[in-house]
């Protein structure tokens, strides 16, 4: 399996797995927006898992120099449980950890339990936070 940054024509395989990890997405997640935004600023944050010609997951990563963050960690249905999501992540840490990052900070919906028992089997731990936001 190769992970590998975002290339340009890897748009249409994203946009699908997107469309499918991420059902309920508001719009201004989707790939027609986030993918350009992400492009404009650390491009070499992201990144696509590729065990054959087809995209199979994703995770972009940002650093402000203080903290990480990972974002749209999404592994296709038919790939799950094969490495491919811990991978993912691992490639996204390591470059952070290139730019002297030593914290990462990722979000889960409320009630995804498979997603935070996901994280937490390799070394993520629920911390007692309140996430919150502002739509400008």
């Not at 749209?72 to 730019?99: D, F, K, P, Y």
């Not at 996901?118 to 739509?135: K, N, P």
């Amino acid at each position: 399996m190769q992970i590998r940054r975002y290339q340009d024509s890897d748009f249409e395989g994203v946009d699908r797995l997107w469309r499918e990890a991420f059902p309920d997405d508001p719009p201004r997640n989707q790939a027609a927006f986030a993918i350009p935004a992400k492009l404009a600023f650390q491009p070499d944050f992201f990144f696509v898992a590729c065990p054959d010609d087809t995209i199979a997951g994703t995770v972009m990563a940002g650093y402000d120099g203080h903290r990480g963050w990972l974002y749209a960690v999404a592994v296709g249905e038919q790939h799950r449980r094969s490495g491919i999501g811990t991978a993912l992540v691992r490639a996204a840490e390591s470059a952070l950890h290139g730019l002297g990052c030593n914290k990462i900070n990722l979000q889960v919906r409320a009630g995804n339990e498979e997603v935070t028992a996901f994280y937490t089997r390799i070394g993520y731990a629920v911390e007692d936070r309140i996430s919150l936001g502002r739509q400008i």
